[in-house]
């Protein structure tokens, strides 16, 4: 279960808000995340499918607190005077909507939002120096994000563990997405590799990968789709294998609806 406090300790190391280079740093993270909550659009396509009323309803809750946190972001650009760029590829493709609900719960919202997350709450809510005027407010802001965020998680690990009780074979390519996209994410941190040498905060950055890694294997394995042995290559190469074909499979999936057909029943007026 995710909480709001920091799970990862950067020691107090924070970033320096006069300094170009650093502003450069902060305008990126917070570029990936203004166009990560612009995507909450896509709870429109999420509603129209929801698989229960209880799922239909999440969806527009969902929608509601991501629209505001698009806002709430474009004011915490604001509030450090500074101009947005546009969203890097991995996160446009990693937060691509999935219309296949198994793989929509798992990616979006478990390990997805997961890792959002970890980038709010442990690297911004403490890396952000406290002593600058606006910081205070922008902390305000994303602490109340981060709550939000908490229960968008909590919503993909319950329903990633509804999909696997229906279908535990997914169990596998599951475990095989999940090593893809840990190979593919560290991809968005390459620029910082060079300028780590000697910054307070980015010196942090391949213990702070690593805790994300021990964090989201550890999920994988409570959610009981992670082996508690990491197979060998053979094994790994099958899961990835067996991923990347459900993820094909899922492009073909198109948007259907259940709920207009399923209301009686959900609303308990038939079995
Ligand atoms: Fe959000
Ligand atoms: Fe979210």
Redesign the pocket.
């Known amino acids: 279960m995710p909480t709001i406090e920091a799970e990862y300790d950067f020691q107090g190391a924070t970033f320096d808000l006069d300094d170009p280079g650093d502003r450069e740093i902060v305008r990126f993270i917070l570029s990936q995340a203004l166009y990560?909550?612009a995507t909450?659009v896509y709870c429109g396509l999420s509603l129209h499918a929801a698989r229960s009323l209880e799922a239909a309803k999440f969806y527009l809750r969902h929608a509601r607190?991501?629209l505001n946190?698009l806002e709430q972001f474009a004011e915490i650009f604001r509030l450090l005077d500074m101009t947005p760029a546009p969203g890097h590829w991995v996160i446009k493709t990693m937060s691509s909507h999935n219309h296949f609900y198994p793989l929509k719960v798992l990616m979006e919202h478990a390990i997805g939002?997961g890792m959002?997350l970890d980038i709010f709450k442990d690297v911004l809510l403490q890396t952000l120096p406290d002593d600058h005027p606006t910081v205070p407010l922008i902390k305000k802001k994303l602490r109340a994000?981060c709550r939000?965020?908490i229960e968008?998680v909590e919503w993909g690990e319950k329903e990633t563990r509804w999909v696997l009780s229906q279908d535990p074979s997914l169990a596998t390519p599951f475990y095989g997405i999940l090593e893809l996209q840990m190979m593919f994410a560290p991809v968005i941190l390459k620029p910082f590799r060079d300028k780590a040498q000697g910054h307070a905060v980015l010196e942090h950055l391949p213990s702070f990968v690593e805790h994300v890694n021990r964090r989201v294997w550890a999920q994988g394995k409570a959610l009981g789709f992670v082996p508690e042995e990491r197979p060998g290559l053979f094994g790994r190469g099958w899961a990835m294998f067996r991923g990347a074909l459900l993820f094909v499979r899922s492009q073909f999936s198109g948007p259907r609806s259940t709920l207009d057909k399923t209301y009686l029943s959900e609303l308990g007026f038939s079995g």
Request: aromatic residues 0%; glycine residues 16%; negative net charge.
């Open positions: 990560g909550e909450g607190q991501e946190h939002e959002v994000v939000e965020e968008h």
